[in-house]
């Protein structure tokens, strides 16, 4: 008698998420289209013989805004950075419309660092802290296995707390960021806004801002990344290389 054979199971398609790992975002990019691109704008085409001040201001926002649908749409993530740049972006031009004073640029150029800077602890106290998606990103470390070695050695409360220490650490930068903007503005913005003297000053306000503001608090920064390195070194046993992605991956 013929046994009929049992056919041979099909092999299960791989998953959507091993099939489509999440893309992994470009920095610089993110830097340029968020920050850069729309402060150069703003400073060199607002000019009436160019774009104009309301067309410049319309450019610069389309930047962040584009790069923010297109993260959202492509990795299904809000970019905070966007929502920081549209923001920052349409006060700078907004501001230039009506022609206030400098003093008005000032607390723009103070305010963004420092609502920032509160959001922290306040995102730590509702139990979403902000500072994970600023310094535990999949762009920075490798997250699947520091949070496989977290949970493998228990410590995932000594990682919370980690975390509000690292936050109150950013927060502090964001703080300084702040002060040192309101000072830089009112020293360098003396001319009437709209003007073209304003623009060149705003330009110089762009310049100067990384050197006097950026570096000092890179380094408050970047003591906090070490804060953060060395314990989860220590909370998950993993040393060095083994906390960030392998070459080529």
Known sequence: MEIASTPPTPPSPPSPASAHPPRRENIWINLLCNAVFPAVILTTMSKEHRLGPMWALVLAISLPLGYGVYDLVTRKKWNIFSVLGVVSTALTGGLGLFKLSSFWFAVKEAAVPLVLGAALPI????????VKAIVCN???????????????ANANDAFDRLLAQVGWIIAGSFVLSSALNFVLAL?????????????EQLGRLTALSYPVITLPCMVV?????WKLLTGLERLTGLKGDELFHSKGK
Request: net charge neutral; aromatic share 10%; proline share 10%.
């Open 187 to 199: 020293w360098i913005l003396k001319s009437p806004s709209g003007t073209p003297e304003f623009s």
């Open 123 to 130: 995102s730590q106290r509702a139990g979403q802290p902000l």
């Open 138 to 152: 999949d762009q920075i470390l490798n997250m699947p296995k520091v949070e496989a070695a977290l949970a493998s």
């Open 221 to 225: 920064m970047f003591f906090g990344m």
